[in-house]
């Protein structure tokens, strides 16, 4: 044991004086060069030669480059044409809510609340939409595209043409108005375009084509609306006021009424008040908060009502209106229309008789006093009409000064 410890210690003691033997056997380094900069700082020091090149810069490469995507990449004309509109129209599309106070059997009221859609047409804040939508309310409140929400008030209704005029008084808006183009010349199959809020949701979009024109529907007071367009495209509630557009975004018609099976949702026939009759009366509204409508001033029974008066009266005609009254300084009095001076017993009934027949104005068939007020409907004070009359059996004609109708 002793002598493998000796053997060990031995080893040991050789392994490092080999290691020092080494050390010391080392050359020194080299001592620095004394060079002129040592002495003199003002030396100018040459470069000292590479003796190994520098490694090639990192290549710089250009910005990667960005395809740029056009937005009607991949789409037809068609469907440029619907976005455009739709972009540029829907910010003077509004959606209206109006507030109503009903009672219970308590008399307890009971708030109600319904909603539409409207056009903005001026920067003023003015909007136009339908009767039906603001009727009766006690409040209302017009929210833009931005979903700010503004008080509005009415400015002037028409329920004859189912349209009302509202307006926005708060200040900093930015409105948008859409032009009004024109419903003269329209053509069955033409394309149109209907922006609305159904069901209360904001700006949406609805295309289809003229699938009729000249229709006529009734208003909620009765009157009846003639020049109505008809579409197919969806006028689903909440659309009511909104714009019918054409292909340029101009607005030729404001959706005022739908017909739909219930079982078909909606899908249906829709129907625009024209822009002619939204242009009048709209600026009628604004300037005097009515509509100046014009008047003959006369009273009439329709033949068509009573079978065998025409017989009776040995008129050559039993459709138009017989005169019964003439009202004093009327434009039918001072235009010489004759009224009842009479009356025949026609069943159990004495029917005034002896006046003037009214068969057309305008040469426009008159069948009724509804074609009469409907016939006079876009005429303005002072204008001048043709009345086609059967006068003791004999056809004249003549001419009248339409007035504003009194009140």
């Known amino acids: 044991m002793k002598s493998t410890l000796r053997v060990a210690l031995l080893a040991s003691i050789i392994t490092a004086a080999l290691v020092y033997a080494a050390l010391e056997s080392r050359p020194d380094p080299p001592s620095p060069v004394s060079t002129a900069a040592d002495t003199d700082p003002t030396a100018i020091i040459p470069p000292t030669p590479l003796t190994q090149p520098l490694p090639d810069p990192e290549p710089v490469l250009p910005p990667p480059r960005v395809e740029t995507v056009e937005p009607d990449s991949g789409l037809s004309l068609d469907e440029r044409n619907n976005i455009e509109i739709y972009q540029r129209s829907s910010p003077g599309v509004v959606n209206i809510t109006s507030t109503t106070v009903s009672y219970d059997f308590f008399l307890r009221p009971i708030p109600e609340s319904g909603s539409g859609s409207g056009v903005v047409i001026d920067s003023q804040g003015r909007i136009v939409t339908n009767y039906h939508v ?3 309310a006690q409040r209302l409140e017009v929210t833009l595209s931005d979903f700010s929400r503004h008080p509005a008030r009415i400015v002037g209704v028409d329920p004859s043409n189912d349209l009302a005029v509202i307006q926005v008084d708060t200040n900093g808006v930015q409105w948008r108005p859409i032009p009004f183009g024109s419903s003269t ?21 609805t295309t289809g084509v003229i699938s009729s024109l000249g229709r006529s529907i009734e208003a909620t007071n009765g009157r009846v609306i003639e020049g109505i367009i008809q579409t197919d495209a969806a006028i689903n509630p909440g659309n009511s006021g909104g714009p019918l557009l054409n292909a340029e975004g101009e607005v030729i018609g404001i959706n005022s009424a739908i017909i739909s099976p219930s079982s078909m949702g909606s899908v249906g026939i829709g129907f625009a008040v024209p822009v002619e009759t939204v242009n009048r009366v709209s600026s009628d509204l604004i300037t005097y908060g009515r509509v100046r409508r014009v008047y003959i001033g006369f009273e009439g029974i329709n033949l068509s009502d009573w079978q065998g008066l025409a017989e009776v009266l040995n008129l050559a005609t039993n459709s138009g209106v017989l005169i019964t009254n003439v009202l004093t300084g009327s434009p039918a009095a001072e235009s010489g229309l004759i009224g009842a001076k009479g009356s025949v017993r026609v069943g159990n009934y004495l029917i005034p008789a002896g006046g003037d027949v009214v068969v057309s104005i305008d040469g426009r068939k008159v069948t009724s006093m509804n074609d009469v007020s409907t016939i006079l409907e876009p005429h303005q004070p002072g204008a001048r009409i043709e009345l086609t009359l059967l006068r003791n059996g004999q056809q004249i004609d003549t001419h009248l000064t339409l007035q504003e109708e009194p009140g």
């Not at 010349?185 to 979009?205: D, H, S, W, Y």
């Open 134 to 136: 603001i009727e009766n």
């Open 185 to 205: 010349g329209l053509q069955v199959g033409q394309k149109v375009l209907a922006i609305g809020n159904p069901f209360g949701l904001e700006g949406t979009l």
